[in-house]
């Protein structure tokens, strides 16, 4: 009698394997989201990350007032460090304003190119007190630009950075 009770138990516990299966169906999805979720943004914060430190590497390359700090010396070091998450030939430079100031930033252009600004990359700080470059890119989410912004898939990143010439 006691036999057929515990496998009456163990027949019994064994029926849960089907609300198990309905439970997970209805979880994956879910979790499947919030997994993309977290693989975008970070690949976002990555970018962002990339675009800061070109902008410092194109800001001090700028700063240092020595004969290698030229505006294509400054403009190679900017490309080389945005190099790991944006395509060379997708880096546009944005002209100075006609009196020699920075221009204005304005958002990343279409098609996945980087707007480059800047002013005081000519190595004389006698002229521009400050060496300035700022980067603008609109980054293409999988997922998470569908939530944050009015436009479907982009999400705007800009940095800047000043360094005083020396």
């Known amino acids: 009698m006691m036999r057929l009770i515990g496998r009456a138990r163990r027949f019994l516990r ?4 089907g609300q198990s299966l309905v439970e997970f169906t209805l979880l994956i999805p879910v979790l499947m989201i919030f997994v993309v979720a977290v693989i975008d943004f970070g690949k976002m914060l990555l970018t962002y990350q990339v675009m800061t430190n070109a902008a410092r590497e194109g800001a001090r390359r700028a700063a240092v007032a020595n004969d290698l700090a030229t505006e294509a010396s400054v403009r190679s070091a900017i490309i080389k460090s945005l190099d790991p998450v944006i395509d060379s030939a997708k880096v546009q430079f944005v002209a100075k304003n006609p009196d020699g100031s920075c221009p204005a930033m304005t958002t990343g252009a279409t098609n996945g190119y980087a707007l480059v600004y800047g002013c005081g990359w000519d190595g004389t700080p ?13 980054y293409k989410t999988v997922l998470l630009g569908r939530f944050l912004e009015s436009t479907p898939g982009t999400f705007p990143l800009k940095t800047r950075m000043v360094y005083r010439n020396e």
Do not use: M
């Not at 064994?14 to 394997?17: A, E, F, K, L, S």
């Open 126 to 138: 006698t002229t521009v007190t400050d060496a300035v470059v700022g980067i603008a890119f609109d």
């Open 14 to 17: 064994g029926r849960d394997g």
